[in-house]
């Protein structure tokens, strides 16, 4: 008998943004443990090129990040037609969640 919920977090593809790779090693792991499909990336710019490509269920967006900061991706995810459906959560680690958004 196949377990549901296994199933659908295997499906359930989660990108992961943030400049600090310590910090996208452990919730990366946390989540890949629990059997969720993760994809971490460094940059702003790579987390558009991504979610335009891989069309990801859920992001979890850092605030604080150099060149373009969470609340710019999110601008950007909003007006880029093909990525504006994304659901996503930003947060700034070590503080309490910032905030979130939807399409």
């Not at 943030?18 to 919730?27: C, F, H, Q, R, T």
């Not at 993760?38 to 490509?53: I, N, Y």
């Not at 373009?68 to 503080?95: H, Q």
Request: charged share 25%; proline share 4%; aromatic share 8%.
């Amino acid at each position: 008998m196949i377990n549901d919920n296994v199933v659908s977090q295997n499906m359930f593809k989660i990108l992961i943004v943030d400049d600090i790779a310590a910090n996208l090693n452990v919730l990366g792991n946390i989540l890949k443990n629990d059997g969720y499909n993760v994809r971490p990336v460094p940059s702003g710019m790579l987390a558009l090129q991504v979610a335009e490509k891989e069309k990801p269920d859920l992001v979890l967006l850092d605030i604080m990040m150099p060149d373009m900061d969470g609340y710019e991706v999110c601008r950007r995810f909003k007006v880029t037609r093909s990525i504006r459906w994304l659901d996503g959560v930003n947060g700034t680690y070590g503080r309490r969640l910032s905030g979130f958004f939807t399409s």
